[in-house]
């Protein structure tokens, strides 16, 4: 029983502490930051102005190969204008761009808790 409640302690206190210190760049987020060294990078989110996170799987829309926004090795310029979802990477003479992560769109490959009950149980549980 202490073990359990030790878990639900942390787990709780876990979850209050991401959701306190997170906030998500979105398309209405201004951005111009300079990210200089990896201490920047912090389990799949790259740290910005000390206050906004950006997910470090943000797929590149510059051309053909499958980069993403983690794969680039600092130092580099983050530019992201307000009003929209392209993000603009300087690194020395290069210039990529990035198409932020809609987290309001539902994916397929990313099923909720719900979805997988309905799996389980089919749809008689709502």
Same mark, same amino acid.
């Given at each position: 029983?202490?073990?359990?409640?030790? /878990? /639900? #302690? #942390? @787990? /709780?206190?876990?979850?209050? *502490?991401?959701?306190?210190?997170?906030?998500?760049? &979105?398309?209405?987020?201004?951005?111009?930051?300079?990210?200089?060294?990896?201490? &920047?990078?912090?389990?799949?989110?790259?740290? @910005?102005?000390? =206050?906004?996170?950006?997910? =470090?799987?943000?797929?590149?829309?510059?051309?053909? *190969? $499958?980069? %993403? @926004?983690?794969?680039? *090795?600092?130092?580099? +310029?983050?530019?992201?204008?307000?009003?929209?979802?392209? $993000?603009?990477?300087?690194?020395?003479?290069?210039?990529?761009?990035?198409? $932020?992560?809609?987290? +309001?769109?539902?994916? %397929?490959?990313?099923?909720? #808790?719900?979805?997988?009950?309905?799996?389980?149980?089919?749809?008689?549980? =709502?």
């Amino acid at each position: 029983m202490k073990h359990l409640f030790f /878990v /639900v #302690f #942390f @787990l /709780v206190f876990a979850g209050c *502490e991401i959701s306190n210190e997170r906030k998500i760049v &979105s398309k209405e987020t201004a951005i111009n930051s300079e990210i200089k060294n990896e201490e &920047s990078f912090n389990r799949g989110f790259i740290k @910005l102005n000390k =206050q906004y996170y950006i997910s =470090q799987n943000t797929k590149s829309i510059s051309n053909d *190969e $499958l980069i %993403q @926004l983690g794969d680039i *090795e600092p130092p580099y +310029s983050l530019i992201k204008n307000r009003g929209n979802d392209t $993000l603009i990477v300087i690194k020395k003479s290069d210039t990529l761009f990035f198409k $932020l992560i809609d987290y +309001s769109k539902d994916n %397929q490959y990313d099923p909720t #808790f719900k979805d997988l009950i309905r799996s389980l149980f089919g749809d008689s549980i =709502q």
